[in-house]
């Protein structure tokens, strides 16, 4: 599988958020991440389905939507039915997660399972040969902008192992810090779509940012430590 690159809108501008959409686009975005939090599992509110609605009509790439949310099985339907292709749920607060990762792919979503960096890789070993994709925190959520935890490329070897081991050829995502720096070492370890937020919008030429940062990325997966 090729590195795809899944731009967040977190930190883009909100009030263009077209412009910026569309920006990554034309730097070869292939998915726009969208952060859903609710101000109890994470500290921010940000937004719900009636914007996911607005950027899908917007967007020429999937939405790969991020549930940052204490009961996300009231909400996958909505979130699915605004037209999100990925959807991510939290292992941390879901005691019934087989369930919610069925329930998502019934929806006809992608269903993903998210790891925040205190969470052992274990936590998704009975659900591992079912998702579809694991996300890996390498930040703790909440908020955009934060410094990447470097134990995170370990982190992402072990859910590598752990999918290879259930016979899933499912990829890896890696969400937190990520930019042109870091980028060849989280491939290197197996991470195969790779969220970037402030990589991108908060620079001077978003497109070029994201052309950047794939280039960045797709050298890493053809180098030998990659393989």
């Given at each position: 599988m090729s590195v795809l690159i899944a731009a967040s809108?977190?930190?883009?501008?909100?009030?263009?958020?077209?412009?910026?959409?569309?920006?990554?686009?034309?730097?070869g975005a292939d998915f726009i991440h969208v952060d859903v939090m609710d101000g109890h599992f994470v500290p921010n509110i940000t937004m719900g389905p009636p914007v996911v609605k607005s950027l899908r009509r917007v967007a020429a790439v999937p939405l790969d939507v991020h549930l940052m949310i204490e009961e996300p099985d009231r909400h996958i339907e909505a979130f699915a039915d605004a037209g999100a292709a990925m959807i991510s749920v939290h292992v941390e607060v879901l005691p019934h997660l087989h369930?919610?990762?069925?329930?998502i792919k019934a929806l006809g979503a992608k269903a993903g399972v998210v790891l925040n960096p205190s969470t052992p890789v274990g936590a998704i070993l009975e659900i591992a040969a079912d998702v579809d994709y694991v996300l890996v925190m390498s930040v703790n959520p909440g908020?955009?902008?934060?410094?990447?935890?470097?134990?995170?490329?370990?982190?992402?070897?072990?859910?590598?192992?752990?999918?290879?081991?259930?016979?899933n050829h499912a990829p890896v995502e890696i969400d937190g810090g990520i930019d042109r720096h870091n980028v060849a070492r989280v491939v290197a370890a197996g991470a195969r779509i790779i969220v970037a937020g402030s990589a991108i919008f908060q620079t001077p030429d978003p497109e070029?940012?994201?052309?950047?940062?794939?280039?960045?990325?797709?050298?890493?997966?053809?180098?030998?430590?990659?393989?």
């Open positions: 809108i977190l930190a883009a501008d909100f009030a263009a958020l077209g412009d910026a959409i569309a920006a990554a686009e034309r730097g369930r919610t990762v069925h329930a908020f955009g902008g934060q410094t990447f935890i470097p134990r995170s490329e370990s982190k992402v070897r072990d859910v590598r192992g752990l999918l290879d081991g259930a016979g070029r940012a994201t052309r950047e940062l794939k280039a960045a990325a797709l050298a890493a997966v053809t180098s030998p430590a990659a393989r």
